[in-house]
């Protein structure tokens, strides 16, 4: 190849492989979630779930978009997390850096839930990866 061309080519795939970095940085400090504006937004790292703790109404329709704002560069679990209530039959998972858009009715009776995320960190005896539902008459 000649020079010039060869030069030309390395500048090309440098700027490539440097706008792609570039995206992924970017992604990952927005992070994925607020897709939906008609839902609790919840979201999960392996810090814990953002918010801990929500009040929902008695017979509700309740709509949450979850989100995992870990990447799947995380060797426990994948970047994947879970919101689980057993109680109430609610298994929710989602995948690396997305969000998905769940519904369910709340109980028709005030009372308190604990959800769980059992994928990563220990799994649901990890007190970070626990939050609390409550079911307001
Ligand atoms: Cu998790």
């Given at each position: 190849?000649?020079?010039?061309?060869?030069?030309?080519?390395?500048?090309?795939?440098?700027?490539?492989?440097g706008?792609?970095?570039?995206?992924?940085?970017?992604?990952?400090?927005?992070?994925?979630?607020?897709?939906?504006?008609?839902?609790?937004?919840?979201?999960?790292?392996?810090?814990?779930?953002?918010?801990?703790?929500?009040?929902?109404?008695?017979?509700?329709?309740?709509?949450?978009?979850?989100?995992?704002?870990?990447?799947?560069?995380?060797?426990?679990?994948?970047?994947?997390?879970?919101?689980?209530?057993?109680?109430?039959?609610?298994?929710?998972?989602?995948?690396?850096?997305?969000?998905?858009?769940?519904?369910?009715?709340?109980?028709?009776?005030?009372?308190?839930?604990?959800?769980?995320?059992d994928?990563?960190?220990?799994?649901?005896?990890?007190?970070?990866?626990?939050?609390?539902?409550?079911?307001?008459a």
């Amino acid at each position: 190849m000649p020079r010039p061309f060869r030069l030309a080519v390395f500048a090309a795939t440098a700027l490539v492989v440097g706008g792609v970095a570039v995206g992924l940085v970017v992604a990952r400090l927005q992070g994925p979630g607020a897709t939906d504006a008609a839902a609790v937004q919840v979201r999960a790292s392996m810090g814990g779930f953002d918010p801990p703790a929500m009040t929902v109404k008695a017979g509700q329709t309740v709509r949450i978009e979850l989100s995992s704002m870990d990447t799947s560069m995380h060797s426990d679990g994948g970047g994947w997390h879970q919101f689980a209530v057993d109680a109430l039959g609610i298994n929710w998972k989602v995948g690396p850096l997305s969000s998905e858009v769940f519904e369910f009715t709340a109980p028709a009776t005030a009372g308190t839930y604990s959800w769980y995320c059992d994928i990563c960190c220990g799994g649901k005896e990890n007190p970070s990866m626990q939050g609390e539902l409550t079911v307001a008459a």
